[in-house]
Structure formats: structure tokens, C-alpha cells
């Protein structure tokens, strides 16, 4: 231990620590704790987790202590029985250490709790129709935590929200069938997700995409037949993407002749309509 680690070594009203006034130097003698980097007393929160993570049989008795990282530290290791109380703890951060070990049933109401941790700590933890409320929440990160675990069949609740990074969860989650509507998401990486995963005889709604990036991945993904009508597109990496695989069908190896034509997708299917006629 170096000068500097015992000179630091301070409680949480910022006085000195000495071994001799402490009620643990049995244990201190054992080596199991040690000034400045494993001590319930210090004011560091990692030097608290180090004492706890070797005396978990400690924790149940630093559950109500006055400073809250020794309450927060304790929550982790305490006995199950002994954490509901520190749901109403003053201090967010016991309240979501409490959320995060206690059973589904006991923390329902933290979804509604005033601190956003706390209501992510909730999120994380809660099934099926208990995240009705997270996707309604004002924090984006209890909204996208929710997003992450709900069933998939509540998604579509969600395809709207105001940001992108959850729309873009919604679209890698949500079932197939509704994911068509999504692209028309007005966020091109949240489209880039929905190219992603739409079926391929669907991908041809993006063709025309505004952006680039979409482009690229239904290059990479739509049928040969179909990419055609990239031979043309205003990026060079996306016509090289359509003339590369075009080139491996010999059927529509014709296409990258020099002069050929190609109809747009509505005329291409109108035109095989006639001729059936």
C-alpha cells in the first residue's frame, strides 16, 4: 500500500480512518480488509464494494447506515428479505440497487419512480405488459431499456416515438409483419435497420431511398432481378454493388450492355402484365 492510498484514506465526513477505532480488526487481522483499498468506513465507494465483496456476510448489518454508498454497497449482498424497506431509501441509487436484486412482484411501482435510474433499474427488470408504462416514459433511456425486452407483439405501440435510437430497437425486434410501415421512419438509420430485416420481396420500397446507406444494404440484400434499377444510382459503390451481382446471373447479364434500358418498377411489372394479357 503506497503513502498516497493511506494518506486518502478518509470516511464520509471526511475524517481520518484508523484501524484501532474500528469494530472489524478481527477481520483485519485476517487480512480480509485494509486501509485505503478494502474498508466499509472509507468514503470511496470501490473501496466499500471491495469490503463488501469479501464480507458479504456484513452487508445485512450496513443496510441503514448514514452515508448512502455503504447503504448502496450493502443492498448488493444483502439477505432478499432485507431490501424491500430500501425501495423508499432517500437516495436513487439504493432505491435502483434494491430494484435490480428484488423480485418482479415487489417493484412494479419503481416504473414510477422520480429518479430516471431508478425507473431504468425498473425497466430492466419488468415482463410484458408492466412496460406499458416505461414506453410512455419522458427519458428516452427507460423507453429504449423497455424496447429491448418487451414482447415483441407491443412493439407497434412504439414505432412512433420521438427518438431514433428506439425506433431503430423497435425496428430489429417487431414482427416481420409490421414492419413495412417503418419504412417510412423519417431517421435513415432506423430505415437502414428495417432494410435489415424486410423480406426481400418487400425491400423494393427502398429502393429509392433518400439515403445512401439504405441503398447499400438493399443492394447487398434485394434479388438480382430486381437490382436492375441501381445500375443507375447516384453512388458509384452502390451501381458497382448492382453490376457485381448482376453479373454473376446470365440471364440478366444483358443488362450491363453498353445503351441498355431499363424501366422503372412500376412499367417493368405493368409491361409483364400486358404481355400475359
Not at 97 to 110: C, F, G, N
Not at 187 to 194: C, G, K, N, Q, Y
Not at 248 to 268: D, I, N, R, T
Request: charged fraction near 35%; proline fraction near 8%; charge should be negative.
Amino acid at each position: 500500500m503506497t503513502g498516497e492510498d493511506l494518506s486518502a484514506a478518509l470516511d464520509w465526513k471526511g475524517r481520518p480512518i484508523r484501524c484501532r477505532e474500528c469494530d472489524h480488526q478481527s477481520i483485519n487481522a485476517m487480512g480480509l480488509c485494509a486501509k485505503g483499498k478494502a474498508c466499509i468506513r472509507d468514503r470511496r465507494a470501490r473501496r466499500v464494494e471491495r469490503f463488501l465483496r469479501g464480507n458479504p456476510d456484513l452487508a445485512d448489518q450496513y443496510l441503514d447506515h448514514p452515508y448512502f454508498e455503504v447503504r448502496a454497497g450493502a443492498a448488493r449482498y444483502a439477505n432478499l428479505f432485507r431490501l424491500p424497506p430500501l425501495l423508499r431509501d432517500p437516495e436513487p441509487e439504493v432505491r435502483a440497487v434494491a430494484t435490480l436484486r428484488l423480485p418482479e412482484e415487489k417493484i412494479r411501482s419503481m416504473i414510477k419512480d422520480e429518479d430516471v435510474d431508478v425507473r431504468i433499474a425498473a425497466a430492466s427488470r419488468l415482463t410484458g405488459t408492466d412496460l406499458l408504462l416505461a414506453i410512455k416514459d419522458e427519458a428516452y433511456m427507460v423507453r429504449l431499456t423497455a424496447v429491448r425486452r418487451m414482447p415483441t407483439e407491443l412493439l407497434p405501440l412504439v414505432r412512433h416515438d420521438p427518438d431514433p435510437e428506439v425506433r431503430a430497437w423497435v425496428a430489429r425486434r417487431i414482427d416481420l409483419p409490421a414492419l413495412p410501415d417503418m419504412c417510412f421512419d423519417p431517421d435513415p438509420l432506423v430505415r437502414r435497420e428495417v432494410a435489415e430485416r424486410l423480406p426481400l420481396p418487400q425491400l423494393g420500397m427502398l429502393l429509392n431511398d433518400d439515403d445512401f446507406r439504405v441503398r447499400f444494404r438493399v443492394a447487398e440484400r434485394i434479388a438480382e432481378e430486381d437490382l436492375v434499377l441501381l445500375l443507375d444510382d447516384p453512388e458509384e459503390t452502390i451501381r458497382e454493388i448492382a453490376r457485381e451481382r448482376i453479373s454473376k446471373v446470365p440471364s440478366l447479364a444483358h443488362y450491363l450492355e453498353p445503351g441498355a434500358k431499363v424501366l422503372p418498377l412500376k412499367a417493368q411489372d405493368q409491361s409483364e402484365t400486358e404481355n400475359q394479357s
